[in-house]
């Protein structure tokens, strides 16, 4: 199982380690640094490293990489599932997961991961739970508890643990009694040279955030199910309901958590909802070349696309750029040679467009590679793939509440070659 | 001076006080400062109502009291007293801290409470309790045994509780582990179903846990299989993907029993797409390890995932790691009906910016040429299109892999070879030069200039490395036997070059070869050189089926990311049992093949063992000797090393600085040696199909005999043994060094034998040898090298370097190292098998003097893994049956027939491969008789 965690920054410090049973030696990490060296990017660092006694897994979050350390053979995606979800606890606790913050929280930080893990076996890791165990800090707690002397610690029995619904607390109160759904979805596409696509799916979510006293049960049925044929779902839902109704059945947590995901796969035809129209190109033996792109809408139901930001990764041979957009404001940081252009809105009848001269380090032979163009953009009130709620329906208690659903479409990893 | 003013703050009266420097106390231990001097004071904070204070205690605790026992026994008091608070998250969270507390003397303590809160009545104690069991094993393995908590522990397995039955099996898996012989989760149908209850309404980590050890256990049919199967289908739903891919590694396995025909077969297929997939939208990590898998899967069971190529389609943010692993997926997805797409793809990506990645591209595109026979004419034009872009690693990777194509498609693609020539200035890698000058003396009767183009590597013939050396050696040899007439100088140069000139011996040896044949007989030096080349294989990098069985078996593993067995890497693991896939239990399979049950495999394998002549003889014909491909495991042995070996020449890394082959330099620098293994070592799984259970005791080792005596290897003697303990065989040395010189820097080789043992290891000697000093080594052997027969039999050849010079020597191995340790048939199994045998196949031997009674022959026999499966009385003689089995999975059926007056007893052996029925019976003698 987990035998210990190292938290280390990007400039190679180790900042906070935690041993779940013997203490291993801060030493094992210089095989870290060695395959971090390695990986010259810190992305690509491997998540599994071999060295004489351990394997190292890790995880980069947030400019940060969390290092377990095991001994036996472990399921690595056991580990680096954790490992993740002891980040997620960071960011719900301290808002953010960053080295300061873990810094500031560090005596919260070891309870929080005394309790996630007993012995390398994971213990109490739904944030429901942990709450109950661990009060998360605030500016006001810390204030309360100056004065009147009491702790960040709970002292009841995380009675959620005992019980069959283990990720909802017990005598969950609220005066206001609201459910709100945010169907998330974002596109994965790659579109080449021609802008046809090469590749896209879809990526959606439904994120809840449940705030329902008692022990509500609550069953959420959509318009067209059958859209959703792969999907991941979170521990509460009943998945032999699903299976026989098409209907999510479940009584939920406390609180803001992801009801299911799902995959709208690449054999359903998917609706690009930007085009791009570019044009790089390099001139051979001349220190320059030119740059034109052009965004414009396609397919987006007639909601207007938002929010959009092109990025580039320049070859390595760009000195700088000149460029002029039509709309929003562009900047090149020639030290990583990314280019980003915010453009915002797309209005139909003006299409943004940027274009202009490229400068190249005299005397640099001609770029091989032509960038991809990294777009985002969000669709508000639209679900791309179609999917529709069609009600929510509670069983178990007696008040009314108050139902919402939210639909937005994003872009995920949308790339277009040129 | 911080240290006192915690002092002072610990032990104020206040407290609040007390708290706060508790909590800055940790903070310090947290970021690594040494509090531990603090030790006393902090502990005495530790009785105490305050729920916080006293897990902060609690915290301190663990930390320090290893370095602090008697200290630590201070505690002991108040951890049992909170053993039996009222509250059950305090007495859990007493056991659960005691045992983290790693000092011996605490655990004496900690056994009451324990045993106590095993069978508490709250479950959050009980579940906190199993895994304490687990931390006190870690600690004192005895201690749990004697103090029956293993016991206590099984029977928590059918809790009412799901979450104290997932910890129940993680604790016992984790105990298990260290135990492998020890059969703590022993599974049977109701357990099973218990566990599968669990499934459904335990943690996501311990579905995991579940999932894991349902792996493990082996239905008995294949309705059972489909029922469990359908238990967990929908645990492919789970939004964590470790318990994703924990369910279908179920699935994967248990699919293996059922029946093709089956709808339900269909349905699991379908079902197992979408989750896979979707592992592939998570966080990059995830990914990885998810295409690991996939990458096992794909070759398993290629329908699964033969319509989803796009999912795997690179993005140019992916981190390298993804994206090379996704790569050699898509390969392995092309096929006719999307190899225009993928071949897009790869144009795309050979124009990127990372050179690993886009060479790992160039590759791709020839190993769709390879496989793909409809798309081989536009992946060479897409090849020439790169070598068009000048870049200088595109077009060596480029004529790498086209030499791989002529190697498919002799005389088809010839016309490209003046493009090729046209880039010959800018090949500076060995293996691109190397495959260009394999080109030019395969195709030398089309190239004009040939000779002036070989003639210009001439030159600096002595730079050149081993691999562009042997090359154009066997190139100029080519080119002489096609046009004898202009190139006759220039074979003779390079002859001499390379007898005369070159400290390689197998240079030489191959120079000298080609000289003899040359000068002796020219029309056969034309057969053997010219000779029809066999064509390259479609897939040169499949993992070898019965290696990629045990792999899918361990899913979501370590195993499964390193694509090697456990028992390749995992430390302290000599005895993990080789799990293997379920038999499939259709109807129609089973009736054809009832004598190769257990494995199910072995038939086929026989044939394997001995290669046929032909194959050797096409080996000397090409002798590319890459450097030993590196990587993943090569499923057959490799065509190019063949000829060197042939001509005992194996040897070459040896001197040629150690290319890398299988060959194990001793190690100077601390290279992890558990990982060091053969990268082949999953063939042994060939060889040695479910492994064994170690016995304790070992087999008969003979004395040590000298094999090399000093005068024959320049003060160098060795004297050694063959060895078999618990499974693994070893090879044991002493080394003396006869000499007046220092001796160091020694290595061990052997040839291709038999039985395909090699070394498991390098061969460690740490200290140079001094003169007249000896060294005594155990050198683990495996059995997963190539293999070649030999005659006899169990004849092995090695070759020991050492500072001085290289040896060479040959011995004979007992034939009993090689039995396995589940070599035990079951009776019904023996007596279909022994009737299966053809008449033909039974050999008769006498074991003469021999006095021993037949339980002591028995006994004595068993020792060395021969075991006796019934025993009978006719009319006066003792019958006894006995089965053995070799590593390679070749089963040995034998009578033996004692009579209790007469010392010489009868001895008759049956076996599918006969040939070693003679080594069987030596071996049976040198048992008995020592």
């Known amino acids: 199982m987990i035998h210990s965690l190292f938290l280390i920054n990007c400039s190679g410090d180790i900042f906070l380690e935690k041993h779940w049973k013997s203490v291993v030696s801060q030493s094992v990490c210089d095989y870290f640094f060695e395959a971090q060296e390695k990986a010259i990017d810190v992305e690509n660092v491997p998540p599994v490293i071999s060295t004489p006694h351990h394997y190292l897994i890790s995880i980069y979050r947030d400019k940060i990489f969390f290092v377990s350390v095991i001994q036996t053979e472990v399921p690595p995606l056991f580990v680096i599932e954790f490992l993740h979800r002891v980040a997620d606890t960071f960011q719900d606790y301290f808002g953010e997961c960053s080295e300061t913050a873990i810094k500031d929280n560090v005596v919260i930080v070891y309870e929080l991961l005394e309790e996630m893990l007993d012995n390398g076996f994971p213990l109490a890791t739904e944030s429901n739970i942990l709450k109950e165990l661990i009060k998360p800090p605030t500016i006001l707690r810390s204030v309360v508890n100056s004065i009147t002397g009491s702790s960040n610690v709970g002292d009841t029995l995380p009675t959620g643990q005992l019980s069959n619904i283990p990720w909802r607390r017990a005598g969950v109160k609220y005066t206001n009694n609201e459910a709100y759904f945010d169907v998330v979805e974002e596109i994965d596409a790659i579109i080449d040279k021609s802008g046809s696509t090469v590749f896209a799916e879809i990526q959606g979510v439904i994120d809840s955030c449940i705030k329902l006293s008692g022990m509500p049960d609550l069953s959420l049925s959509f318009m067209n199910p059958r859209l959703l044929d792969d999907v991941s779902f979170h521990p509460c839902i009943r998945f032999k309901r699903w299976e026989s109704e098409r209907v999510l059945s479940f009584i939920p947590p406390d609180g803001n958590f992801r009801l299911i995901s799902y995959r709208v796969s690449s054999q359903n035809l998917v609706a690009i909802p930007v085009y791009v129209k570019h044009m790089i190109s390099f001139k051979e033996n001349s220190s320059s070349g030119r740059f034109d792109v052009t965004i414009g809408p396609k397919q987006n139901m007639g909601k207007p696309v938002e929010g959009v930001v092109m990025t580039v990764h320049m070859p390595k041979a760009v000195l700088n750029m000149n460029l002029t957009a039509t709309q929003g404001s562009y900047t090149f940081d020639p030290v990583t040679k990314v280019l980003t252009w915010d453009v915002g809105k797309i209005t139909p009848q003006k299409l943004p467009n940027l274009k202009g001269i490229v400068n190249l380090q005299s005397g640099a032979p001609k770029p091989e590679e032509n960038p991809s163009l990294n777009i985002q953009f969000k669709i508000q009130q639209l679900a791309i793939s179609g999917l529709k709620v069609n009600r929510l329906d509670m069983y178990g208690e007696k008040y009314k509440p108050f139902k919402g659903v939210k639909y937005i479409t994003k872009a995920g990893k949308f790339q277009v070659r040129t | 001076g911080e240290i006192f003013e915690l002092k002072a703050e610990l032990n104020s009266d206040k407290k609040e006080k007390k708290k706060e420097a508790v909590k800055k106390v940790i903070a310090s231990m947290t970021v690594g400062k040494d509090v531990s001097a603090l030790f006393p004071d902090v502990v005495n904070c530790m009785q105490t109502d305050n729920l916080e204070l ?246 398993k069971r290629p329908e699964i995932l033969k319509h989803e190529m796009k999912v795997f389609f690179v993005k140019y943010n992916d981190p390298i790691y993804v994206k090379l692993e996704k790569l ?439 200290a140079p040898l001094a003169p007249n000093q000896s060294v005594e080594i155990s050198l683990p052997l495996n059995t997963v090298g ?112 004692i009579q209790p007056s007469n010392p010489s007893f009868t001895l008759s052996l049956k076996c599918r491969a006969p040939e070693v029925s003679q080594y069987v019976y030596q071996a049976y003698e040198t048992i008995l008789k020592n």
């Open chain 2, 328 to 766: 050699d997926i898509m390969i392995r997805l092309a096929s006719q009906a999307n190899i225009a797409q993928v071949l897009a793809e790869l144009k795309e990506y050979a124009t990127e910016v990372d050179v690993d990645f886009v060479r790992k591209a160039v590759r791709a595109i020839g190993r769709c040429a390879i496989k793909v026979e409809q798309s081989a004419e536009r992946c060479v034009s897409t090849l020439l299109d790169l070598i068009q872009t000048k870049v200088n690693y595109v077009v060596q990777e480029a004529i790498v892999v086209i030499k791989d194509i002529f190697r498919k498609y002799p005389n088809k693609y010839e016309s490209v070879i003046a493009t090729l020539c046209e880039n010959l200035d800018s090949l500076d890698e060995p293996e691109a030069r190397a495959a260009m000058i394999w080109i030019v003396g395969e195709y030398a009767e089309r190239i004009d200039n040939a000779d002036e183009l070989l003639e210009s590597f001439l030159e600096g013939f002595h730079d050149e490395s081993t691999q562009v050396q042997l090359q154009l050696l066997t190139a100029i040899v080519k080119l002489f036997l096609k046009k004898p007439t202009e190139t006759q100088e220039l074979v003779q140069q390079v002859l001499s070059l390379a007898t005369q000139d070159s400290d390689n011996p197998d240079l030489r040896d191959r120079g000298y070869i080609y000289w003899r044949l040359l000068s002796t007989d020219p029309v056969a030096a034309k057969e053997v050189v010219l000779a029809e080349k066999p064509l390259i294989s479609e897939e040169t990098d499949l993992i070898e089926p019965t290696l990629l069985d045990e792999l899918i078996c361990y899913i979501g593993t370590l195993a499964s990311v390193y694509h090697k067995p456990p028992s390749a890497f995992v430390e302290g693991s000599r005895g993990v049992v080789h799990k293997s896939l379920p038999p499939r239990t259709g109807s129609s399979e089973s009736a054809e093949s009832p004598d190769t049950a257990p494995s199910g495999v072995q038939a086929a394998e026989q044939p394997a063992v001995i290669p046929t002549q032909g194959d050797l003889l096409g080996d000397l014909l090409n002798l590319d000797l890459g450097p030993p491909v590196s990587g993943p495991p090569i499923a057959t042995s490799s065509v190019q090393m063949g000829a060197v070996d042939l001509l005992g020449g194996g040897l070459d890394s040896l001197m040629g600085g150690g290319g890398g082959s299988s060959f194990a330099p001793a190690p100077s620098t601390a290279m992890p040696a558990n990982l060091g293994a053969p990268l082949g070592s999953g063939l042994g799984d060939l060889f040695d199909l479910t492994g064994g259970v170690g016995t304790l005791s070992g087999s008969y080792v003979a004395p040590k005999t000298v094999w090399l005596p000093a005068m024959k290897a320049k003060g160098l003697e060795i004297s050694g043994t063959f060895s078999r303990q618990v499974g693994s065989i070893s090879m044991d040395l002493v080394l003396t060094n006869k000499a007046l010189q220092v001796m160091s820097d020694f290595a061990i080789q052997f040839n291709r034998n038999s039985f395909g043992l090699a070394p498991a290891a390098p061969l460690q000697v740490h």
């Open chain 2, 786 to 897: 190539s293999v070649m027969k030999m005659d006899p039999l169990n004849n092995l050849q090695v070759a020991v370097k050492n500072n001085i010079d290289v040896f060479y020597f040959s011995t004979l191995y007992p034939l009993h190292i090689l039995f396995v340790e589940d070599g035990k048939m079951e009776r019904q199994m023996f007596l279909a098998t022994w009737k299966d045998i053809p008449n033909e196949n039974e050999a008769q031997f006498q074991i003469k003097d021999c006095s021993l009674n037949a339980d002591a022959v028995s006994s004595k026999l068993q020792g060395s893994n021969i075991f006796t499966i019934a025993k009978r009385n006719v009319e006066g003689q003792d019958m006894l049956y006995q089965s053995l089995k070799l590593t390679n999975g070749i089963w040995v059926l034998a009578e033996l027939r």
């Open chain 2, 54 to 299: 006293k897990k902060l205690v609690y915290l301190y605790l663990m930390n320090y009291a290893k370095s602090q026992p008697d200290m630590a026994i201070m505690a002991v008091n108040t951890f049992v007293k909170d053993c039996e608070d009222p509250n059950p998250l305090i007495r859990a969270l007493a056991v659960r801290t005691m045992g983290c507390i790693r000092v011996d003397k605490i655990t004496e303590y900690l056994c009451e409470p324990l045993r106590k809160c095993l069978k508490d009545e709250d479950p959050y104690v009980r579940k906190t309790a199993a895994v304490c069991v687990a931390k006190l094993h870690d600690i004192n393995a005895q201690l749990v045994e004697d103090q029956g908590f293993l016991d206590t522990l099984k029977d928590l397995i059918s809790d009412s509780n799901p979450m104290v039955v997932a910890n129940a099996v993680a604790a016992l898996s984790e105990i298990a582990e260290s135990h492998p012989s020890s059969n703590l989760l022993d599974l049977n149908p109701q357990s099973i179903n218990k566990l599968l209850t669990a499934l459904n309404e335990c943690t996501e980590w311990g579905q995991i846990f579940i999932l894991d050890c349902l792996a493990n256990y082996m239905p008995k049919d294949d309705r059972e299989a489909q029922s469990i199967c359908e238990r967990v289908t929908p645990r492919l739903s789970h939004a964590n993907a470790a318990v994703v891919l924990s369910a279908v590694k179920v699935l994967m396995k248990f699919m293996e029993m059922l029946s093709k025909d089956l709808d339900y077969y269909g349905t699991l297929l379908k079902k197992l797409a979408p989750p896979l997939v979707t592992l592939l939208s998570a966080e990059p990590e995830l990914q990885y390890v998810a295409l690991r898998n996939i990458n096992l899967i794909v070759q």
